[in-house]
């Protein structure tokens, strides 16, 4: 494989490994510890770190499935476009559960450096999310 295919690789494992089999130990192995994020101004949920990010979403959506739709990669950089469906059967964003099936979507960039996600700019549908949550 070449390194453009190599970092396809480690964000599939993101999605698929992490995100959908729920297989926390893949981070250590795909990701730094210290994952630098960029999100818009008016995102939902700003985790401090990629761990607590997984660990909190999934108390909110224990059964979150990502689908994977578009996939581009170039120099250090991979770009996903996304969408995932999930029950809201936990706590977020310090609400009750609401049993409501949401879906989101959103496209996110990864840059990876010696095999390892270290930043990710991520853009989703967050105020959609809220108003399925009947936040909004």
């Known amino acids: 494989m070449n390194q453009t295919e190599d970092n396809k690789a480690i964000v599939r494992r993101y999605w698929f490994e992490l995100w959908n089999d729920k297989k926390l130990e893949v981070l250590d192995e795909i990701a730094v510890e210290d994952v630098t994020f960029h999100f818009p101004p008016g995102q939902a949920h700003q985790p401090p770190t990629l761990r607590k990010w997984f660990e909190t979403a999934l108390i ?18 991979v770009v996903s476009r996304w969408s995932y469906e999930a029950t809201n059967t936990g706590n977020f964003l310090g609400r009750d559960t609401t049993q409501l099936k949401v879906k989101d979507l959103g496209i996110d960039i990864f840059r990876i450096e010696e095999g390892k996600i270290v930043e990710m700019w991520v853009a989703q549908d967050s105020l959609g999310l809220l108003q399925q949550l009947k936040v909004l």
């Not at 909110?60 to 950089?77: I, M, Q, R, S």
């Open 60 to 77: 909110a959506f224990p059964d979150v499935h990502f689908t994977l739709h578009d996939e581009l990669a170039e120099g250090d950089k």
